[in-house]
């Protein structure tokens, strides 16, 4: 039996390895049981556990697991107590002791790893006879808890190497391991150049006849086998080399091989091969130990890894816990992911560069993993070289390449390089296939949902902008507001937008973007129109393009401040006509992804219409401020127009009134002068006191009167012939002010003259002037009676487009009633009757004014007085 | 002496009338006529001093009146009635040679008659200048014997 701190060493280590809350070695003593060694098994805990096996159920169950020689499990009834859910029982063989380990759950792995610890201890059983070879191998079995991985086979291979040097003295010697078809050396003694060999079975003469006879083989220098011997550092003194089978049954676990100068005695060679009959169960289980450390620790990365991607939010954060996971599994930094962008064309590459995980975006053409991902193959090198320009990381000598595979298509690669010779094998492969494989849907759905967020970021935009945009008329507002937006949303370096005025030039640039000012103030140094570039290659030929790398543009021209990597414009165009170009870099190459390029592309289509529209709408403001200045001016027209209308119905009424009172007046002329004729005859013929002569004086005067009316309309109809000469209006009203002005004193009316100096002659019949303004002097002083205020002015207006000259007579009088204004100038139209009007003055007037081509107006309130205005034209 | 006679045209019977009581009172021998036709024919059968003639009559106007007049008797003193004032009534009549232009209605007889002795004297005097000149070469002569 090995010592008890061996024992609890063992217990502490397989409880490490299994995730077992405690293990604990007891025994069967007089239908009592006690425990012997535990790990982390409290004070506390201990006569808690004795008192459960004391319970009947319990011993009888142990017993049965005892005499069955069966491990088996149970469910505890009291977890918190015991602290583990699950009680497993390992029984030792021939004896009354079990190994009970307390855990929530054990794998079978685990399960399979504590069988074999048990069978170790078995093989101390102290009952078996004491020989050097059995403690050599049993000490093979003790795990050095000091190392970093106390089931290290090479370092026990070497003792078991050491052990055997011991026992006779050699020149040299190794032990390897077989795996599949090549024997692994693990350990050597005194022969450095074999270090970590592999060599083939089949390839071997003397390995392939020791495979097949699983016999020991000693061969001498002078064998022909020599020179079979598959590994150098044989010294010139060396005359026996000797290689013995580790055997299990029928089956060969490994090789010893050994050599000196002198050949093996008799009672040696027997130690010897009875030692390897005796070692090879142990190296047996320190390989399997290994192995199942391997697997053990695969499936702990696993489990970290299954960890991992649930909690992963982004791509970035996935990828560092994985590199971290990973190099902590393989003990290597060198850790490489690839994952191809959606469309394709970009790659994305995340590695670890002194701790910190760093990505860069790359085309995915010819990329020197390209042939990895077109392949499709899992690569596993121990040397690396061949076809594939790898590896990725200087001086490595292996390297694991697994493609990510999703829904039958290569979406990326995972690679892991390690400085060491041989440092994956296929159990490391089948791990990182199934890394990959959960990894690959990740980066998927990962890349799905990034995609989505950017085209709901593309559709915001859009959105953002159809609504700050649309129905703005100031194509400056259109590009300020649009290449604000694109810099707010997708945080581009430069976001510019251009638009062409009418002349065709690309003159209204708007701007955003964190480095805008650098190209703001290069703009100035541009001479407008924008042409050359990339973005005048756009707006020339309404082609839309991404370049991913400018600096393999021959088209892209510099910027003085401004580094651009890649850079995406898109035409804004309207049909076959390019309105404007929208441009947007950033300092980083392949910054671009399809989407985003749609995007543009939406937005382009957006702010076409935009543009569109505003021109239109501007087109239509102009056509109606054309429309209405037409109106007005039509409106002017038709109103110069009826006024005419009027004027000429007025003149050709008072014509036609003219013309009749013409003929009456002729045709009472005759008749007048006789009625005033005879009565004078009659006069003289009757005496001075006669009672007739009144009567007949009342017929003179009364004809006498009807005489001066005729008179009057007579002169209202000969108006035709008038003698006009270019004459100073203002020395017709001097003359009419002077011969009037006494008359004008004498009503007790002021008198005030506003004449316009330098009033240019007109056309005039001074006579007839004369009249007019005698008429309307004798009107005003006649609203006038108890006096008031009279102004005669003159000046020179514009209306219509013609010069005139006016002449008014205003007076502070009793005004014209409204409906009488109207006919005022008919003939025999009088307000006056009473006082002897005849109702002809006002006509006269207006027929010597429309005669000189002129218009009268009057402007009256009753109550506050009359303005007559006389209008002659200057020419 | 041997009263002036005047014939007076006028289609309107009460000026006709009128004139011839207003001249007659004041002492001139009148024949009026409200006919043209009836005035031409009294032209060729009696001498007359002064036409009175209106210049507005139907079928034969006053210019053709004088025209007949001053053709049976160039010596005839012609005054015009009429009741157009217009310039170019007044340029026609001083073109036939009439003395005098009359514009109707006149104000009063006075008026009627001033223009009547204007018209007569203005005549006389026209006539005395052309006897005169007529007679020059005869005075030429003469002076030419004596001397």
Redesign the interface.
């Given at each position: 039996m090995p010592t008890l701190p061996t024992i609890e060493n063992q217990l502490k280590e397989a409880s490490q390895l299994t995730n077992a809350a405690w293990a604990a070695l007891v025994e069967r003593e007089a239908g009592k049981w006690r425990v012997l060694a535990n790990f982390r098994l409290a004070k506390k805990t201990h006569p808690v556990l004795v008192n459960f096996l004391g319970n009947s159920e319990v011993d009888a169950w142990l017993s049965g697991a005892l005499s069955g020689g069966q491990s088996r499990s149970v469910s505890l009834p009291e977890p918190d107590t015991l602290r583990a859910g699950r009680l497993f029982a390992f029984p030792l063989l021939g004896g009354s002791r079990v190994v009970l380990v307390g855990a929530s759950q054990l794998s079978s792995e685990s399960q399979r790893l504590w069988r074999l610890v048990i069978s170790a201890m078995q093989m101390e059983v102290p009952s078996l006879e004491f020989s050097p070879s059995s403690s050599v191998a049993a000490s093979l079995l003790v795990p050095d808890l000091d190392s970093e991985s106390p089931y290290d086979m090479p370092r026990a291979l070497e003792r078991a190497l050491a052990s055997f040097v011991r026992l006779v003295s050699v020149q040299g010697g190794w032990m390897a391991v077989r795996r599949g078809d090549t024997l692994q050396i693990h350990a050597q003694w005194n022969a450095p150049s074999c270090a970590d060999l592999a060599l083939s079975i089949d390839g071997n003469t003397i390995l392939r006849r020791l495979a097949r006879n699983l016999t020991p083989m000693v061969i001498h220098r002078d064998n022909s086998l020599w020179e079979e011997i598959p590994h150098k550092g044989l010294k010139s003194s060396t005359k026996i080399w000797a290689c013995m089978p580790l055997i299990i049954g029928q089956r060969l676990i490994g090789v010893l091989a050994l050599w000196r100068p002198t050949a093996f005695k008799n009672d040696e060679w027997n130690r010897l091969t009875d030692m390897a009959t005796q070692i090879a169960p142990a190296i047996e289980t320190i390989i399997t130990f290994a192995e199942m450390a391997g697997h053990l620790r695969r499936l702990a990365t696993l489990n970290d890894f299954a960890l991992t991607v649930s909690s992963g939010r982004n791509l970035d954060q996935i990828a560092r816990h994985m590199f971290a996971l990973l190099s902590r599994a393989f003990g290597t930094e060198l850790i490489v992911l690839y994952l191809l962008s959606s469309d394709n064309r970009l790659l994305s590459e995340y590695r670890l560069k002194e701790g910190t995980m760093i990505s860069s975006v790359d085309s995915a053409e010819e990329h020197r993993v390209a042939p990895l991902l077109a392949s499709n193959h899992l690569m596993r090198l121990g040397e690396i070289g061949g076809e594939i320009q790898l590896p990725l990381y200087a001086k490595v000598y292996s390297g694991l390449y697994v493609p990510l595979r999703f829904r039958g298509q290569t979406i990326g690669v995972l690679c892991v390089e390690s400085l060491e010779n041989n440092a994956f094998n296929l159990y490391d492969e089948n791990l990182m296939v199934v890394i990959a494989s959960h990894l690959a849907s990740l980066a998927d759905y990962t890349r799905l949902r990034e995609e989505a967020e950017g085209r709901a970021r593309n559709l915001g935009l859009i959105h953002e902008v159809v609504q700050q945009v649309i129905g703005l008329t100031n194509p400056h507002e259109v590009a300020e507001i649009t290449s604000d937006l694109l810099a707010q949303y997708f945080a581009y370096e430069l976001c510019s937008v251009f638009i062409a005025d009418e002349r065709g030039d690309l003159t209204i640039g708007g701007f955003g973007g964190t480095s805008q000012s650098v190209v703001k103030r290069a703009m100035k140094s541009f001479e407008y129109p924008l042409r050359g570039g990339i973005t005048g290659h756009v707006f020339e030929t309404g082609e839309s393009v991404v370049v991913n790398d400018v600096l393999q543009d021959t088209r892209y021209r510099s910027i003085k401040g401004w580094q651009a990597g890649s850079e995406m414009c898109v035409a804004i165009c309207e049909g076959e006509k390019i309105l404007g170009i929208v441009d947007v870099e950033s300092s980083s190459r392949n910054a671009f992804t399809h989407n985003d390029f749609i995007a543009m592309e939406s937005l382009g289509g957006i702010l076409a219409a935009v543009i569109t529209s505003a021109d239109q709408y501007q087109r239509l403001q102009v056509m109606i401020s054309q429309l209405s200045s037409t109106q007005v001016e039509l409106q002017a027209r038709m109103a110069a127009q009826r006024s005419a209308e009027n004027r000429l119905v007025q003149a050709a009424k008072l014509a036609a009134v003219g013309e009749m009172a013409a003929g009456i007046a002729?045709e009472l002329?005759?008749?007048?002068?006789?009625v005033?004729?005879?009565a004078?005859?009659a006069l003289?013929d009757i005496p001075q006191d006669s009672e007739t002569r009144k009567d007949l004086e009342i017929v003179m005067r009364e004809a006498?009167r009807a005489?001066d009316v005729?008179r009057r309309l007579?002169d209202f109809a000969?108006q035709s012939?008038s003698a006009r000469a270019r004459a100073s209006l203002n020395e017709v009203v001097d003359d009419v002010v002077a011969l009037c002005r006494h008359l004008i004193h004498t009503t007790g009316v002021t008198l005030k003259l506003d004449l316009e100096i330098n009033l240019p002659w007109a056309l005039l019949d001074v006579n007839q002037m004369k009249q007019v303004l005698l008429n309307l002097i004798h009107n005003a002083l006649q609203a006038m009676p108890s006096g008031g205020e009279m102004i005669i002015a003159t000046e020179s207006v514009v209306r219509d487009g013609r010069d005139w000259i006016v002449v008014s007579v205003r007076d502070t009088g009793v005004g014209i009633p409204k409906m009488d204004q109207a006919r005022i100038f008919e003939p025999f139209y009088t307000t006056k009757g009473n006082q002897g009007g005849t109702g002809l003055g006002l006509s006269v007037t207006y027929g010597i004014i429309t005669d000189h081509g002129g218009q009268i107006e009057v402007e009256s309130q009753p109550g506050a007085g009359s303005r007559f205005k006389v209008w002659l034209p200057q020419t | 002496m041997e009263s002036t006679s005047v014939l007076v045209v006028d289609d309107e019977s009460g000026i006709a009338l009128l004139c011839d009581r207003v001249l007659s009172r004041a002492g001139y021998e009148v024949v009026s006529e409200t006919n043209p036709r009836v005035a031409i024919e009294d032209l060729q059968q009696k001498r007359f001093d002064l036409l009175l003639v209106d210049i507005r009559m139907p079928e034969v106007d006053g210019f053709d009146v004088i025209s007949r007049a001053q053709m049976v008797q160039p010596d005839i003193a012609v005054l015009v009635m009429t009741g157009f004032g217009t310039v170019e009534t007044a340029i026609r009549a001083l073109r036939q040679g009439v003395d005098g232009l009359l514009l109707k209605p006149f104000k009063q007889s006075e008026e009627l008659l001033q223009a009547v002795r204007q018209a007569l004297t203005d005549n006389q005097r026209k006539r005395d200048t052309a006897r005169v000149s007529a007679l020059r070469p005869l005075f030429n002569v003469t002076e030419t014997l004596f001397a």
């Open positions: 002729h002329n005759n008749p007048l002068t006789s005033t004729g005879f004078e005859l003289d006498a005489r005729v007579l000969r012939e | -």
